[in-house]
């Protein structure tokens, strides 16, 4: 695996079918974009953001895509970087947005939106699903409770075939 800067430290607040909207109960379809130069101007630690997704989006090995709301996508409801390890995808980062982090948060089911398109990235390049990722230790078993993610060595966590369908499944049913 190669080098690792960040572990993963996002709470799955609620496997949904999208996003859910925790005043109003709605629900609302998204969509999972390649993030764009002027969101980079948006996302940064000046607006609360936690990461560097500049930063981020300028390294060769990397991915960065955005959630968005269906038909709406400028406002960002979270942050995704993966690379191709040509075997399995490999989650660098994961963010909400600063308005669906802690309590109160605007929208639940956002982490498990994210993850599970890591999942649907693996797949359509052949790799059956096979996401890993390096955990912050206190929040190992809440992954393997939540993704169904297993350990496999140190803070090293993956989500296999199964654990991957499930949640490509919950979030990306065919329209």
Known sequence: MKGHKYHIG??????TNSIVNTISGDSFQTEILPITKDDLKSVTKKADWKFNWKAEAKLADRKVYKLTIEGNPTIIQGLLSISDYDDHVFMHLIE???FNFGKPKLYEGVPGNLVAFACKESVEKGYEGFVAFVSKTKL???????????FIGGQRMAIGREAAAKLINQYFKPK
């Open 140 to 150: 190992m078993r809440h992954y393997k409770d939540t993704l169904g993610a297993h």
């Open 10 to 15: 996002i709470e799955i607040d609620r496997l």
């Open 96 to 98: 909400s947005a600063p």
